[in-house]
């Protein structure tokens, strides 16, 4: 399906007709000729080693002025719980808005403002997915035709983040977008029409936002409860970057094979995204056997994969980063994509793997040297949320409480 007959199995229309009202025409969202044309030019600036400086310079950035003030100034109060899941979504969101258009919600400031852009994205992809759970589409399509209820309010919403979307391409005309380093400024150069720039852009912002805070917030949820792996992940940094050193550039990421392996195994167990699906374009017949009708939905599990003892072993539900690691020097092993497919694999693969593993490495590192984060005692195991990424229903409470400061700062 992902892999030998791609072609037979595109996202398909029932899905963007969903997303369409909000994702447009973006990467997202469609399929043949239009993703081609898309992943083609964003893979070429993806690629590229300008943008992964410029990502690691925002995350950074992010990182040293908003996230630890802000866990630095609820350390040790003992009123002082923090929802982690809101911050990190507050976190990716910043991120992803400077990266892909270059501008800074600034969603992450102490006082934790709201930002009307988070907000109206929220609630648009929240009824997108919303209208997936409607008994039939008629329902949502006749409540949109008369502007009714939650189709009235995702009209506002989308028109909200459409005025701003719009301003900021020209802004970026008027001034000139020659010397900015974003993903849309890159895209400028080679299209014109704004609408088709809006729904490229807003794409990568729905892709690279929620999927990334889910990252985190399970991350960190395992980091709590398995305080070994926390341990290792600090003794691997100061051997590699030197004690208590910062991270100072992309490619020192290079040699931190068992923090890329804690993040591999965080994901194998908590995927993003749980489930993804594609519609059968003409009859198939699976390599099992299994005959697939045209038009049928067909869903591959990454949350279900992680959990398969047949491919992970009778240890396939301990978090256990050493799997991922080669026996004779510890090096990092990538597994195959299809048995692992928390990007997806093939020619639809994640764009932006790279910059996801990048926040989250970042991330762990500088909250593990400086913080000890406990969750809340009340805390049980978590459950999801429905909705397209996976969210811990109630959030990720936890306590702070600051190390000794031994930390030398990088620049
Ligand atoms: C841990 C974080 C992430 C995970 C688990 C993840 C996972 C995925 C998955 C499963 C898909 C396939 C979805 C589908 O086709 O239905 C996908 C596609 C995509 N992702 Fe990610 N993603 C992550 C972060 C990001 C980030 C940070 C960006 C942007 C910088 C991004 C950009 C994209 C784009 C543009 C696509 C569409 C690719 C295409 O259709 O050709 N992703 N991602």
């Given at each position: ?18 997303l ?5 025409r ?5 399929d043949?000729?239009l993703w081609?044309?898309?992943r ?9 080693f300008?943008i992964?400086?410029?990502?690691f310079?925002?995350?950074?950035y ?5 996230l630890?003030?802000?866990?630095s ?19 990716s969101f ?6 892909s258009f270059?501008l800074?919600p600034r969603c992450?400031?102490?006082t ?6 988070a ?8 009824l997108?997915a ?5 008994v039939?589409?008629?329902v949502w ?14 009209k506002?919403?989308i ?7 719009q301003e900021?391409?020209?802004q ?9 380093k ?15 720039l ?10 690279g ?9 399970s991350?960190f949820w395992?980091?709590a409860?398995?305080?070994?792996v ?10 590699v ?5 910062e ?7 290079r040699?931190?094979h068992?923090?890329?392996?804690a ?9 993003p ?5 594609k519609?059968?374009?003409?009859d198939d017949?699976l390599?099992?056997?299994t ?8 869903t591959?599990?990454?949350y279900a ?11 396939c ?8 690691l080669?026996?004779d020097?510890?090096?990092?092993f ?10 997806q ?5 994640c764009?932006?793997k790279e910059?996801a593993?990048?926040e ?6 500088s909250?593990l040297?400086?913080?000890q ?5 009340s ?8 909705g397209l ?9 936890v ?7 031994t930390?030398?700062?990088?620049s």
């Amino acid at each position: 399906m992902l892999k030998t007959r791609f072609d037979n199995y595109p996202k398909g229309k029932p899905f963007s007709t969903i997303l369409g009202d909000f994702l447009g025409r973006g990467i997202f969202n469609v399929d043949g000729d239009l993703w081609r044309f898309q992943r083609k030019m964003a893979s070429l600036e993806l690629d590229r080693f300008s943008i992964r400086a410029y990502a690691f310079e925002i995350v950074c950035y992010e990182i040293k002025d908003r996230l630890i003030p802000l866990l630095s100034s609820v350390s040790g109060k003992g009123d002082g719980v923090l929802d982690l899941q809101d911050v990190f979504r507050r976190f990716s969101f910043d991120s992803i808005c400077r990266f892909s258009f270059g501008l800074d919600p600034r969603c992450l400031e102490i006082t934790l403002p709201m930002s009307d852009f988070a907000v109206a994205f929220d609630l648009a992809s929240k009824l997108s997915a919303e209208r997936a759970m409607t008994v039939s589409p008629l329902v949502w399509k006749i409540k949109r035709k008369l502007n009714l209820g939650t189709e009235k309010k995702m009209k506002e919403a989308i028109k909200l983040i459409n005025i701003l979307a719009q301003e900021v391409i020209r802004q970026k005309r008027k001034m000139g977008f020659l010397s900015h380093k974003d993903l849309l400024s890159r895209f400028m150069h080679s299209v014109n029409d704004d609408t088709f720039l809006r729904d490229i852009v807003i794409s990568f912002l729905l892709a690279g936002r929620d999927t990334v805070a889910s990252a985190l917030t399970s991350f960190f949820w395992l980091l709590a409860k398995y305080p070994q792996v926390g341990s290792a992940i600090l003794e691997e940094a100061d051997r590699v970057l030197g004690p208590n050193q910062e991270l100072t550039s992309y490619e020192q990421m290079r040699d931190l094979h068992y923090l890329q392996a804690a993040v591999y195994e965080s994901m194998r167990l908590y995927p993003p995204i749980q489930f993804d699906s594609k519609f059968c374009e003409e009859d198939d017949i699976l390599p099992d056997g299994t005959l697939v009708k045209r038009g049928t939905r067909v869903t591959y599990h990454p949350y279900a994969m992680g959990r398969i003892e047949e491919l992970w072993g009778p240890d396939c539900l301990e978090f256990k980063p050493e799997r991922w690691l080669r026996d004779d020097d510890g090096t990092f092993f990538p597994e195959n994509p299809f048995k692992y497919p928390v990007f997806q694999a093939g020619l639809r693969v994640c764009l932006g793997k790279e910059m996801a593993l990048l926040e989250l490495k970042c991330v762990a590192i500088s909250l593990l040297r400086r913080f000890q984060i406990q969750l809340v005692p009340s805390y049980q195991t978590p459950r999801f949320s429905p909705g397209l990424t996976a969210t811990f229903s109630g959030g990720l409470p936890v306590l702070v409480l600051e190390k000794e400061p031994t930390v030398h700062q990088s620049s």
